[in-house]
Structure formats: structure tokens, C-alpha cells
């Protein structure tokens, strides 16, 4: 027998879950599937502990459908944006971008990735349209004029109008329908992990850059009444591989070093997590009653918090497309304009966050004084700092 819903979500992490949550807000019936039951507790095994910037445009969606108010009471906000060019340990150019320039919200807020997921889970616990079913694959995909059929693991059959892939860079929704990647590669590895310190941030979030990679310090809520930051050190892979495996007080040390001290001493308070980087575009977002959505249709390195709020606007544009015409769910009209108004966007910042990681590992001076000289450049213009803010939240 098979199920009948309007949407099926193929994919269970943040991304999935917030289209359920989505979907759902919107009248419709969804069915969201997931391989593994989502870890919702920080000191459980194989618990996500990155953090994720949720940028306004992110958090106008999460009020619209009802999940801020759950997800705001943890968030820190990012109120500035502070670009450090290092030379050494020492700071030699700094820069802010404050969101008062441009608005009268902070930037963004950001959260932990395990909270979301566990603040997601209990919300969609009180929709009676969305039925989650983790511990569930996706098998096989058919897809005909009027509706998409999954085959799941446990060989249970679901019927959509519309099929959204959200199962992640290695989609097997996509790699079923034959959808071609565009990949960047970069020898990279990034270090994901929390800290505390005695300096409090201030709700700054500090980019450095010296070689190899961006070293980013972003706001947390404080931990027992200490000032805590999120971390994400991007380096070469070879060297992020030897910082990961450092001992705690030599990788404290190297903290000190990399951080410029702006924070004073960072006290390690998580496992570290270890990234490859990578950057990949599907060559196209849409298949007859398919959309790709989040990184099963886009991956970037975590510079500038795009990574996840381009895949709640995907979310966002989806969801309206769905809202403004109920009866051409899935149908080749609304997939076109999904296509349409998603895929240069995307290629767009896809092609934006290439160039500004490459630039962020050159490791000659005469290459990092350019990278430094186009900083201050484009911070002293006014109308092109304030376009770069609201190109960073999202705008076009």
C-alpha cells in the first residue's frame, strides 16, 4: 500500500526539518525521512556541536512559521561584524561592520547546531500534518506527470506532488535523477569547537585571516556565567589534521597565538570537530516533481554564515511558491520558477565564496597586503560597505 502525501522530504537534518516545519505551516501534508533519529543533546555521541549564524532573512522564515520563539532564548546575537588582517599574532588592520549601518535588527543570532535540531524535533512533535519518521531511507525515487514515489528502507512506498531532496551533498535523490555537480576543491580542513574566555565578545564576531584559511571567533550566550564563543579555524589540511590531534594545553596555545589574543586566554570547553572543505553546485535544481534543496543542490565553506541560510532561502522560496498556488504543488510551472529564481542566486554566491576562501589562504605578503589594501578600500566607501552588508544578509 502506498501513503499519499502532498510532500515528501527526503533528509532529516536542520534543513529538512525546518521545510517540514514549513510545509506543514502552510497546510500541507509532509512526510519527512531520515536514515538516522536526530541527536538532540550536546554530550550524546556523534552530537553536531558546530554552530550555525541564523542571518535576519533566516530568522524572518523561522517567525513566520512559528519556530523562533522557541530557538531565540538561546541565540547570541551578531550585532558587528569584525574583519582582522594578522600578521603574526599581532592584529595589523581591523575592521567592523555594524549592523546599525544598514538595519535596525543585529546581523543575525547564532545557535547551537544541536539545539536547533532538538527545538525542530519538538516542534514538529505538535503538527498533526508532518509525520517524521527517522531511522528511514530513501531507496528508490520514480517520478511521473503527477506525482513522485519513494521506496524506502524498510520497502514501505510514499506518493507526492512534490518531492524535496534534502539528504545532503552525497544526495541519493540526486545521484537517482542523474543531476550533474559543478565541485571546487581546496585542500582544506576546518576545526569546528567551543571556547570561553575572559574578554567578553560584545556580540562581535571576529574573522582573521593570516594564511591557509579563515580563523573565526562567533558569540555564544556566556557558559556558567563566562563570555563563550563558537570557533571555526579553517587551514590547510595537513596542518588542521596536526592542530586537531594537538594536546589540549599546546592546541590552547595555538588558540592563543591564532586568536591575536582579542579575547584574552581560550579555554577549550568542546571535542574538536574536523571538516573537510569543499564547494559544489547541482547543475540544475529541479527534476519532474523534484526540487533540491540546501546541500543536496549547493555546498560552500562556512564564510560569511552562508552555508545554511542559503538553504532556508531555498526553503523560504519554495514554501511561497507552494502558498501562492496550492494546486500546482510539484508541477512543472512552480518547479521552473523554483529553478528560475534559485539557481543563479546560488551559483552567484557559490562563485562569491570560492573567490573570497582562496583569497583567505594566500600565505605571500605581497598577495596578503592586496588582500588588506581591498579590505580597508572597500570599508571606506560608504554606499559599497553598506552594499556588502546586504549582500552578506541575503539581499540582492
Same mark, same amino acid.
Given at each position: 500500500?502506498?501513503?499519499?502525501?502532498?510532500?515528501?522530504?527526503?533528509?532529516?537534518?536542520?534543513?529538512?526539518?525546518?521545510?517540514? $516545519?514549513?510545509?506543514?505551516?502552510?497546510?500541507?501534508?509532509?512526510? !519527512?525521512?531520515?536514515?538516522?533519529?536526530?541527536?538532540?543533546?550536546?554530550?550524546?555521541? &556523534?552530537?553536531?556541536?558546530?554552530?550555525?549564524?541564523?542571518? =535576519? %532573512?533566516?530568522?524572518? *522564515?523561522?517567525?513566520?512559521?512559528?519556530?523562533?520563539?522557541?530557538?531565540?532564548?538561546?541565540?547570541?546575537?551578531?550585532?558587528?561584524?569584525?574583519?582582522?588582517?594578522?600578521?603574526?599574532?599581532?592584529?595589523?588592520?581591523?575592521?567592523?561592520?555594524?549592523?546599525?549601518?544598514?538595519?535596525?535588527?543585529?546581523? &543575525?543570532?547564532?545557535?547551537?547546531?544541536?539545539?536547533?535540531?532538538?527545538?525542530?524535533?519538538?516542534? *514538529?512533535?505538535?503538527?498533526?500534518?508532518?509525520?517524521?519518521?527517522?531511522?528511514?531511507?530513501?531507496?528508490?525515487?520514480?517520478?511521473?506527470?503527477?506525482?513522485?514515489?519513494?521506496?524506502?528502507?524498510?520497502?514501505?512506498?510514499?506518493?507526492?506532488?512534490?518531492?524535496?531532496?534534502?539528504?545532503?551533498?552525497?544526495?541519493?535523490?540526486?545521484?537517482?535523477?542523474?543531476?550533474?555537480?559543478?565541485?571546487?576543491?581546496?585542500?582544506?580542513?576546518?576545526?569546528?569547537?567551543?571556547?570561553?574566555?575572559?574578554?567578553?565578545?560584545?556580540?562581535?564576531?571576529?574573522?582573521?585571516?593570516?594564511?591557509?584559511?579563515?580563523?573565526?571567533?562567533?558569540?555564544? %550566550?556566556?557558559?556558567?556565567?563566562? %563570555?563563550?564563543?563558537?570557533?571555526?579555524?579553517?587551514?590547510?589540511?595537513?596542518?588542521?589534521?596536526?592542530?586537531?590531534?594537538?594536546?589540549?594545553?599546546?592546541?590552547?596555545?595555538?588558540? $592563543?597565538?591564532?586568536? !591575536?589574543?582579542?579575547?584574552?586566554?581560550?579555554? *577549550?570547553?568542546?571535542?574538536?570537530?574536523?571538516?573537510?572543505?569543499?564547494?559544489?553546485?547541482?547543475?540544475?535544481?529541479?527534476?519532474?516533481?523534484?526540487?533540491?534543496?540546501?546541500? $543536496?543542490?549547493?555546498?560552500?565553506?562556512?564564510?560569511?554564515?552562508?552555508?545554511?541560510?542559503?538553504?532556508?532561502?531555498?526553503?523560504? !522560496?519554495?514554501?511561497?511558491?507552494?502558498?501562492?498556488?496550492?494546486?500546482?504543488?510539484? &508541477?512543472?510551472?512552480?518547479?521552473?520558477?523554483? =529553478?528560475?529564481?534559485?539557481?543563479?542566486?546560488?551559483?552567484?554566491?557559490?562563485?562569491?565564496?570560492?573567490? *573570497?576562501?582562496?583569497?583567505?589562504?594566500?600565505?605571500?605578503?605581497?598577495?596578503?597586503?592586496?588582500?588588506?589594501?581591498?579590505? $580597508?578600500?572597500?570599508?571606506?566607501?560608504?554606499?559599497?560597505?553598506?552594499?556588502?552588508?546586504?549582500?552578506?544578509?541575503?539581499?540582492?
Amino acid at each position: 500500500m502506498t501513503e499519499q502525501f502532498d510532500i515528501v522530504i527526503s533528509g532529516g537534518g536542520i534543513a529538512g526539518l525546518v521545510a517540514s $516545519a514549513a510545509f506543514g505551516d502552510a497546510g500541507f501534508s509532509v512526510a !519527512c525521512i531520515d536514515p538516522e533519529p536526530p541527536i538532540t543533546a550536546e554530550a550524546a555521541l &556523534g552530537a553536531d556541536t558546530r554552530t550555525t549564524a541564523l542571518m =535576519q %532573512p533566516s530568522v524572518a *522564515l523561522l517567525r513566520e512559521i512559528g519556530l523562533w520563539p522557541r530557538l531565540a532564548p538561546y541565540a547570541a546575537p551578531l550585532q558587528v561584524m569584525r574583519i582582522i588582517e594578522a600578521e603574526g599574532a599581532e592584529a595589523r588592520l581591523t575592521r567592523d561592520f555594524d549592523a546599525a549601518d544598514i538595519s535596525a535588527e543585529p546581523f &543575525g543570532w547564532n545557535l547551537p547546531n544541536w539545539l536547533i535540531r532538538r527545538e525542530l524535533v519538538a516542534h *514538529l512533535a505538535g503538527m498533526g500534518r508532518v509525520s517524521f519518521r527517522p531511522g528511514l531511507a530513501t531507496q528508490r525515487v520514480f517520478t511521473r506527470e503527477g506525482a513522485a514515489e519513494v521506496v524506502l528502507s524498510d520497502n514501505s512506498r510514499l506518493s507526492a506532488r512534490l518531492l524535496a531532496a534534502a539528504d545532503g551533498r552525497a544526495s541519493p535523490v540526486r545521484q537517482a535523477l542523474g543531476i550533474g555537480l559543478r565541485q571546487f576543491r581546496y585542500g582544506q580542513k576546518a576545526l569546528a569547537f567551543t571556547v570561553t574566555h575572559p574578554v567578553p565578545h560584545e556580540n562581535v564576531s571576529t574573522e582573521i585571516h593570516r594564511s591557509g584559511g579563515p580563523f573565526t571567533l562567533v558569540p555564544l %550566550p556566556d557558559r556558567g556565567g563566562v %563570555p563563550a564563543s563558537a570557533i571555526v579555524w579553517m587551514d590547510r589540511g595537513p596542518e588542521a589534521e596536526r592542530l586537531a590531534a594537538l594536546p589540549v594545553a599546546e592546541f590552547e596555545a595555538a588558540l $592563543a597565538d591564532r586568536s !591575536c589574543g582579542i579575547l584574552g586566554p581560550l579555554t *577549550l570547553t568542546s571535542k574538536r570537530a574536523l571538516w573537510p572543505m569543499s564547494a559544489q553546485i547541482a547543475r540544475r535544481f529541479v527534476a519532474e516533481r523534484v526540487a533540491l534543496i540546501a546541500e $543536496a543542490a549547493h555546498v560552500v565553506p562556512p564564510i560569511g554564515a552562508q552555508g545554511l541560510n542559503m538553504s532556508l532561502a531555498d526553503i523560504a !522560496c519554495l514554501t511561497n511558491l507552494a502558498r501562492q498556488d496550492p494546486a500546482g504543488l510539484g &508541477g512543472a510551472a512552480m518547479l521552473a520558477a523554483y =529553478q528560475r529564481r534559485r539557481w543563479p542566486e546560488v551559483a552567484a554566491r557559490v562563485a562569491a565564496i570560492d573567490t *573570497l576562501n582562496r583569497a583567505s589562504m594566500v600565505g605571500g605578503r605581497p598577495l596578503r597586503d592586496l588582500r588588506a589594501g581591498a579590505l $580597508a578600500a572597500m570599508h571606506a566607501l560608504t554606499p559599497l560597505r553598506r552594499g556588502v552588508m546586504r549582500a552578506g544578509l541575503g539581499a540582492r
